[in-house]
T-cell receptor, first 115, second 108 residues
Framework: EAQVTQNPRYLITVTGKKLTVTCSQN?????MSWYRQDPGLGLRQIYY???????DKGDVPEGYKVSRKEKRNFPLILESPSPNQTSLYFC??????????????FGPGTRLTVT | QKEVEQNSGPLSVPEGAIASLNCTYS??????FFWYRQYSGKSPELIMS????GDKEDGRFTAQLNKASQYVSLLIRDSQPSDSATYLC????????FGPGTSLSVIP
């Protein structure tokens, strides 16, 4: 089954404790992206990757890191989480190539709480 | 700063009516436009994509794009209670900008 998977689905952590949210897709998509969704602020892009070893900042990259060492995986790293990073996080992938953008497929979401 | 705007709603329509959702965007050079549906607590799912001016129909859904007016719309015909959700307009080049979403309620 074609899908985007995220783990964990729910996470409660404390301020400053490094964490990684994994994202994997089995559709051989080139484009992958991370979003956060907050009430009243909508979906905002954190980072995106056009292909392996190519990553770029979205609108809200502060406090996050990403890497794209393999085409299928795009982990989101919070080196020192803070309470303002409490949010619902979505990973998405798309068959887009440079200059042509196609629809994205979203993972199920990760609900993160930082206390 | 690129922006995408939508009527925040909530929009209420009776079952069987046409629901009309609107979206405007600020970047005149944008080329790819999408409508997603999101149920509460769930991930967004694609409804329609549109890349050229005009109408695109898929079942009960019609997307309309007017690049000169920087305007994208989604029409839902014969609205059903199961269409009750938040509808997100997205504009994608390399980055993706989502609108704030319009909450639709279809009343039986």
């Amino acid at each position: 089954e074609a899908q985007v998977t995220q783990n964990p689905r729910y996470l409660i952590t404390v301020t400053g404790k490094k964490l990684t949210v994994t994202c994997s897709q089995n559709m051989n998509h080139e484009y992958m992206s991370w979003y956060r969704q907050d009430p009243g602020l909508g979906l905002r892009q954190i980072y995106y990757s056009m292909n392996v070893e190519v990553t770029d900042k979205g609108d809200v990259p502060e406090g996050y890191k990403v890497s794209r060492k393999e085409k299928r995986n795009f982990p989101l790293i919070l080196e020192s989480p803070s309470p303002n990073q409490t949010s619902l996080y979505f990973c998405a992938s798309s068959p887009s190539t440079s200059g042509v953008s196609y629809e994205q497929y979203f993972g199920p979401g990760t609900r993160l709480t930082v206390t | 700063q690129k922006e995408v705007e939508q009527n925040s709603g909530p929009l209420s329509v009776p079952e069987g009516a046409i629901a009309s959702l609107n979206c405007t965007y600020s970047d005149r050079g944008s080329q790819s436009f999408f409508w997603y549906r999101q149920y509460s607590g769930k991930s967004p799912e694609l409804i329609m994509s549109i890349y050229s001016n005009g109408d695109k129909e898929d079942g009960r859904f019609t997307a309309q794009l007017n690049k000169a007016s920087q305007y994208v719309s989604l029409l839902i015909r014969d609205s059903q209670p199961s269409d009750s959700a938040t509808y997100l307009c997205a504009v994608m080049d390399d980055k993706v900008i989502f609108g704030p979403g319009t909450s639709l309620s279809v009343i039986p």
